[in-house]
């Protein structure tokens, strides 16, 4: 018999069809705008030095069981200094489980499932838009999905009214998911008064943040400053969960290094929920491999690596910061009419341009540059030296 001849193709993930349609273009002028993964000036992926240093420094290691168990914790232990600050009371005090998880999307993954177990009726919020993964990730771990205002198509900026409309409107106690900093797809985040506010809201309705932090150190270059928003519910008295990855600041994409954790009330029900997030990977991988994760532990626990990391770190936001301006400018030396505020007022690895599918579909059609046919530009994928091709081909699509 033919066991599996009612099996259809699964849709095209978005991202990887522009991926796929950028590899079988043979022209030499094409540019790949899809991915969000960094490139250097030249286009080139980049393997940042402190992981070059940090993976001679544990050549060799042998990874014996009762090594993985240690790595895991310290890896848990610097990934939430970064996140919550290292004099965080909440760290001090042992109140708050967490575990390394396979990226952040692992780590999503886990807390919906985590979700799924202890609050069965719940559901989860998401921002519209938001990176499609998530809708995806809580659908799988079969917690329903709702949305809430976020981008406003007009001003390219936050609809902050709706926001917090929506936030007002949701039952008491709903579980939201929030970008921290540099917003996917839209590069848009909220001000520091607005994350008051909005923090302000989340305690006055009783709702669960959960922060999915993809880009610590892409916005503004500085990893606390990246943090700001935690912070800000972290001092209001929040119980927070938070999703982190390495993939993006640290250039780890392929290594799957992060970290889920979640904020308790005191160190006993941290040991609990601990136990909780345990039993569920058991179950579905049981550990993350264990070379990244001691890869990113030694990284952070050494304070030499750790400074060069952020060295590095600032200068990927520097240049995705220059390649904006640069396409800000030269649009307007090409005498474009249309404002592109937006494309330096936004942050982060994406510029959400704008441009419509039909003007998507002409850049690639006529000037083979690929992106998203939301109009999400990778600013990672924009060069020094193709950086004119692109305004230039922007300019002819928006006449
Ligand atoms: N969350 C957001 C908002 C993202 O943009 C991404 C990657 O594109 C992820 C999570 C997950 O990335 P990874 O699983 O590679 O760490």
């Known amino acids: 018999i033919d066991w599996w001849d009612h099996v259809g193709h699964a849709p095209k993930d978005p991202i990887m069809s522009v991926t796929e349609a950028f590899l079988s273009d043979t022209s030499p002028n094409k540019i790949n705008l899809g991915v969000g993964a960094y490139r250097d000036d030249d286009g080139r992926p980049v393997v940042l030095q402190c992981v070059r240093d940090g993976e001679v420094k544990i050549a060799g290691t042998e990874f014996l069981e009762s090594v993985s168990a240690s790595v895991s914790s310290k890896l848990v232990e610097e990934s939430v200094k970064l996140i919550y600050g290292k004099e965080a009371d909440f760290i001090k005090e ?6 390394q998880a396979l990226s952040g999307t692992g780590a999503c993954r886990l807390f919906a499932e985590f979700q799924r177990r202890f609050y069965p009726q719940s559901r989860i919020y ?24 976020y981008y406003h198509p007009d001003s390219k900026g936050l609809h902050f009214a709706a926001l917090m409309d929506d936030i007002k409107n949701a039952p ?15 590069g848009v985040d909220p001000t520091e008064e607005q994350w008051r506010e909005i923090s302000n809201l989340f305690k006055v309705k009783n709702h669960f943040p959960f922060f999915d932090m993809a880009y610590q150190g892409f916005a503004s270059g ?9 912070r800000i519910f972290l001092e209001d008295g929040h119980l927070i ?3 982190q990855s390495f993939a993006k600041n640290m ?7 992060g970290c889920l954790s979640v904020l308790c009330v005191d160190a006993k029900q941290a040991v609990a929920i601990k136990s909780q997030l345990q039993h569920i990977t058991r179950a579905m991988y049981s550990s993350p491999p264990v070379h990244g994760i001691l890869l990113v532990s030694t990284i952070l626990s050494d304070p030499h690596l750790k400074e060069l990391w952020k060295k590095e770190l600032k200068v990927m936001a520097n240049r995705i910061h220059r390649m904006r301006s640069t396409l800000h400018e030269s649009l307007k030396k090409l005498g474009s009419p249309l404002n592109w505020d937006h494309m330096t007022n936004q942050v982060g690895m994406f510029c959400f341009s704008g441009l419509s599918p039909d003007q998507v579909n002409r850049l690639v059609k006529e000037f083979h540059i690929y992106m998203t046919y939301d109009g999400r530009i990778s600013m990672a994928g924009v060069t020094t030296s193709n950086v004119s091709y692109l305004a230039n081909a922007i300019h002819e699509v928006t006449k």
Request: aromatic content about 10%; glycine content about 10%; hydrophobic content about 35%.
């Open 94 to 99: 042992g109140r708050f489980a967490g575990v």
């Open 126 to 149: 998401l921002p519209i838009p938001t990176w499609s993964n998530h809708h995806n990730i809580w659908r799988d771990a079969q917690v329903p999905g709702r949305t809430f205002h």
């Open 172 to 186: 008491d106690r709903s579980f939201f998911l929030l970008h921290p900093c540099a917003h996917n797809p839209t």
């Open 222 to 230: 500085d990893l606390d400053k990246d943090a700001k928003a935690i």
């Open 241 to 243: 969960g938070c999703a």
């Open 251 to 257: 250039g780890l994409y392929g290594h799957r290094v």
